[in-house]
């Protein structure tokens, strides 16, 4: 009996769902990487030459829609940045495992795996942010100047920052100590030019700066942590800067090099003095 082209066609792609291993492999571990609404979804495993994926993405009680650079992908990575559109709302995906590009695929539903739900507003983490350090005349106050971190969302040409997001929500934390101790002290602030007054004049401080939004969820607030910045200490003491030991080998070592120019200096003029008084012995006296 002869079979239609759908009909093998049909076969075909049975065939490759039920491979030697017994399927195609579905996705695993599917989760959502996002930094300043900079969104990538990934999971596991590494597609092969047997298979590709698609991509599928949708607000919730939306239709899904395919993400046009990630069907028949060869990689196990999408960045769904740009169709993120609508910040407030929360998003689920769906990973298709489908034949590789240029195979012809004729499946009602493919393998699939969906996705946790990801709501960019309050899942995004935010980088850490830059600052540069003033500190006043009379070094009793430190002024912080924070810039607010750029995002993956553009309006009107425009690349926003997190403030631009957040208004009002977006906070800032500085945790700051005395440089080479442990103590820390915290202060937050809505803008972000931070004053901490109060400082010890002429000490070094150390501060750090994350980004903190109290409306969200506990483990959510705070941002990724900035990197360290000293201000300068005025005239340190130079058993802040040294410690006992090195300064104790120091004094030893002075000493000792002074020993060793008396010593040398004494041993000079002594043999001075004995080449003088033995040249003065083998002079013959001269006839009055």
């Keep these: 009996m002869a079979h239609s082209p759908a009909a093998l066609l049909s076969l075909i792609l049975s065939v490759w769902l039920h491979t030697a291993s017994g399927s195609v492999p579905r996705a ?18 590494e597609p092969s030459e047997e298979f590709s994926y698609t991509v599928e993405l949708a607000a919730v009680g939306e239709d899904k829609r395919r993400i046009a650079h990630c069907v028949r992908s060869s990689l196990a990575t999408c960045d769904v940045s740009m169709s993120l ?7 689920t995906a769906d990973v298709l495992t489908e034949p590789p590009r240029g195979t012809p695929s004729d499946l ?20 850490r942010p830059d600052f540069k350090l003033r500190v006043s005349e009379d070094q009793q106050k430190t002024t912080l100047f924070v810039s607010d971190p750029l995002t993956a969302v ?14 009002e929500q977006l906070q800032y934390r500085v945790t700051y100590r005395r440089n080479k101790s442990t103590g820390q002290k915290v202060h937050t602030s809505k803008s972000n030019e931070i004053e901490l007054s109060g400082l010890d004049p002429g000490e070094s401080y150390c501060f750090n700066v994350q ?19 000293c201000s300068q ?4 003491s130079i058993f802040k800067v040294y410690s006992v030991g090195v300064i104790a080998c120091a004094i030893f070592l002075i000493l000792l090099l002074i020993g060793i120019v008396i010593a040398v ?20 006296l001269q006839n009055v």
């Design 211 to 229: 980004a903190f939004i109290p409306s969200r969820t506990a483990g959510k607030q705070l941002g990724d942590m900035s990197e360290t910045q």
């Design 108 to 127: 009602p539903e493919p393998p699939h795996s969906s996705s946790p739900r990801f709501c960019p507003h309050s899942d995004t983490v935010i980088g």
């Design 28 to 45: 695993q571990n599917i989760t959502w990487r996002s930094t300043n609404f900079k969104t990538v979804l990934m999971w596991e495993p």
């Design 233 to 236: 200490e005025d005239n340190p």
């Design 154 to 167: 553009f309006s009107d040409g425009r690349q926003l920052s997190v403030r631009d997001i957040f208004s």
């Design 265 to 284: 200096a004494v041993v000079c003029c002594k043999r001075r003095k004995s080449s003088l008084k033995s040249g003065k012995e083998g002079v013959p």
């Design 85 to 91: 559109t609508k910040l407030d709302a929360c998003y």
